[in-house]
C-alpha cells in the first residue's frame, strides 16, 4: 500500500506501507462498534437521580381522600408529581461498558486507517517537533504542510511539542501507544512519523 509522504516544505511524495494495516477494506459496522465501545468505556457514570424516598417531599396526605375531586394521592414525593422521584433512577455505579474482542478493536482502528489512506487523510512526516513551546511555532509548522486542522501521531511526545498544541483547538498530538479510534475519525487529516508508522505496523498487524 503507498501512502503519501511529505517533506518538511510539503511536498508531496509516496511511502510503501503494510497492506495488512492500510490495505483493509471499509467496515461500517465494525468501526460504530468500536467507536461506540471506546466511547461508552470513557463514560464516567456520575449522573444521580433521587427515588421517591430521597426526594425532600413531606410525607403527609398532600389532602383528604374525597372530595376534592382531585384523584387520590398519598405523599408529594410519587413520581407521579412534579418534583417528586424518579422510578428508575439514574445512578452513579450504573456501568455503560461495552466489551469488544482485542482482534475486532484491531481490525475496526486498521479499516479507520485504511480508510483515512484512500480518502487522502493520512500523511507520512519524516519526523515533527519544535523548537520551542509555543503554539505559534506549530501553527506556523502545520500551515507549511498545508494543514489548518490535523491529528499528530508521533513516536516522540517531546514537551515541546505538547505544550505547543494544547491550545489549539483543532489540532491534537498524541503518542503512538495513544492512538484511539475517536480521534482517528474526528479530525480531517491525521499526520503520522516515520517511527510511528513502524511502531503501528508493529502493533496493529
Do not use: C
Not at 5 to 23: H, I, N
Not at 140 to 155: C, E, M, P, Y
Not at 158 to 170: A, C, G, K, P
Amino acid at each position: 500500500m503507498e501512502l503519501k509522504f511529505l517533506d518538511p516544505q510539503g511536498q508531496a511524495s509516496t511511502l510503501q506501507a503494510s497492506d495488512a494495516l492500510f490495505g483493509r477494506d471499509y467496515n461500517e459496522a465494525l468501526i460504530h462498534q468500536v467507536v461506540t465501545a471506546y466511547l461508552a468505556n470513557a463514560r464516567s457514570g456520575n449522573r444521580a437521580q433521587k427515588t421517591r424516598a430521597e426526594v425532600a417531599k413531606s410525607t403527609h396526605k398532600p389532602f383528604r381522600q374525597k372530595g376534592t375531586g382531585n384523584a387520590r394521592a398519598g405523599m408529594a414525593s410519587s413520581p407521579l408529581w412534579r418534583g417528586g422521584g424518579r422510578i428508575f433512577p439514574n445512578k452513579p455505579e450504573e456501568n455503560f461498558s461495552q466489551k469488544v474482542n482485542r482482534k475486532m478493536y484491531r481490525a475496526g482502528v486498521a479499516a479507520i486507517l485504511s480508510q483515512l489512506a484512500r480518502e487522502d487523510r493520512l500523511a507520512i512526516v519524516d519526523s515533527f517537533s519544535v523548537e520551542a513551546p509555543k503554539t505559534k511555532l506549530l501553527v506556523n509548522k502545520l500551515k507549511g504542510l498545508g494543514l489548518d486542522s490535523a491529528l499528530v501521531i508521533t513516536d516522540d511526545l517531546d514537551e515541546n511539542l505538547f505544550l505547543s498544541s494544547r491550545n489549539l483547538y483543532d489540532v491534537l498530538v498524541l503518542d503512538v501507544n495513544e492512538t484511539d479510534p475517536v480521534s482517528l475519525v474526528r479530525f480531517p487529516k491525521v499526520l503520522v512519523t516515520k517511527g510511528a508508522l513502524a511502531k503501528l505496523e508493529e502493533a496493529w498487524q
